[in-house]
């Protein structure tokens, strides 16, 4: 990459030192620390796997806590910590919901269990049935739970054009069916900046 050049989206990662800059005069040192350890928990999961772009899976959930920082201007340390927390359990066989709430409390441990999807199994009858379970836990969840999840989306949408998905229509179309009628029919500030997000996102990609 040229010295001064704009790295593409997928290529963007929060870092440890940057998050510290960003929380350091916000928030007290305890939360802060509870955040760091949120981001070491997560990134030592991640620490093996890439994603289908090749980008380490790592900066997924960073970039979706740097939504939840940036753009939403939230620093609640749960928000932030289940950002960084939100595939954990799905990707580690150590892990477990208990695990997490003795390390970030009880809250950060339901906003992960209720993000947290079951995988492994192929498209059928039983993939799709498991599916709308996770969609009708999410629709009665807490906004805090919807806010890191559409974050969630919001960041794979604009990682689509890097061949993200081996089916980008159907992940861009399933946001719209699924996620983003939570957007559209809450009063919250947060999701209806990440609704007009994913709209772009979704005017973007069917042109």
Same mark, same amino acid.
């Not at 289908?52 to 790592?58: H, L």
């Not at 970030?104 to 992960?112: C, L, N, T």
């Given at each position: 990459?040229? #010295?001064?050049? @704009?790295?593409?989206? !997928?290529?963007?990662?929060?870092? *440890?030192?940057?998050? @510290?800059?960003?929380?350091?005069?916000?928030?007290?040192?305890?939360?802060?620390?509870?955040?760091?350890?949120?981001? %070491?928990?997560?990134? !030592?999961?991640?620490?093996?796997?890439?994603?289908? $772009?090749?980008?380490?899976?790592?900066?997924?959930?960073?970039?979706?806590?740097?939504? +939840?920082? $940036?753009?939403?201007?939230?620093?609640?340390?749960? +928000?932030?910590?289940?950002?960084?927390?939100? $595939?954990?359990?799905?990707?580690?066989? =150590?892990? @477990?919901?208990?695990?997490?709430?003795?390390?970030? &409390?009880?809250?950060?441990?339901?906003?992960?269990?209720?993000?947290? #999807?079951?995988?492994? =199994?192929?498209? &059928?009858?039983?993939? %799709?049935?498991?599916?709308?379970?996770?969609?009708?836990?999410?629709?009665?969840?807490?906004?805090?739970?919807?806010?890191?999840?559409?974050?969630?989306?919001? $960041? !794979?949408?604009?990682?689509?054009?890097?061949?993200? *998905?081996? !089916?980008?229509? *159907?992940?861009?179309?399933?946001? =719209?069916?699924?996620?983003?009628?939570?957007?559209?029919?809450? %009063?919250?500030?947060?999701?209806?900046?990440?609704?007009?997000?994913?709209?772009?996102?979704?005017?973007?990609?069917?042109?």
């Amino acid at each position: 990459m040229l #010295k001064n050049q @704009t790295p593409k989206y !997928n290529q963007t990662f929060l870092s *440890k030192t940057e998050l @510290t800059e960003r929380l350091m005069d916000v928030i007290g040192s305890v939360e802060l620390n509870r955040i760091n350890s949120a981001f %070491e928990m997560a990134q !030592n999961v991640h620490q093996f796997q890439q994603r289908n $772009d090749g980008t380490p899976y790592f900066w997924h959930p960073s970039r979706v806590a740097r939504i +939840l920082l $940036d753009e939403l201007g939230i620093n609640d340390a749960d +928000l932030i910590c289940a950002a960084f927390l939100h $595939d954990v359990l799905e990707d580690s066989d =150590i892990l @477990t919901p208990e695990v997490i709430s003795y390390n970030f &409390g009880e809250y950060v441990s339901y906003i992960v269990g209720m993000l947290t #999807k079951e995988i492994g =199994i192929k498209d &059928g009858p039983l993939r %799709e049935k498991i599916d709308q379970e996770y969609i009708h836990r999410l629709q009665n969840s807490t906004d805090d739970c919807r806010i890191v999840k559409l974050a969630d989306r919001l $960041d !794979n949408l604009r990682c689509i054009q890097f061949n993200l *998905k081996r !089916n980008p229509y *159907k992940y861009v179309k399933e946001t =719209i069916d699924n996620y983003v009628p939570m957007a559209e029919q809450s %009063e919250n500030l947060h999701l209806k900046y990440l609704l007009r997000e994913i709209r772009k996102e979704q005017n973007r990609f069917f042109g």
